[in-house]
């Protein structure tokens, strides 16, 4: 079970790090960002 979870978080952080390029490639605010792709600011900077 330990295997799967791993897995499971680095798919997140993946994620979440293409999230993170595609921002700050915008040019836009991360709130603005945030808000455009339902994304709650919170959620973008505790992951």
């Known amino acids: 079970m330990g295997e799967l979870r791993e897995l499971n978080q680095q798919n997140k952080l993946a994620v979440w790090g293409e999230r993170v390029a595609e921002c700050r490639a915008s040019g836009q605010s991360v709130l603005s960002w945030c808000k ?10 505790k992951s």
């Open 36 to 45: 455009e792709h339902g994304i709650c600011s919170q959620t973008y900077y």
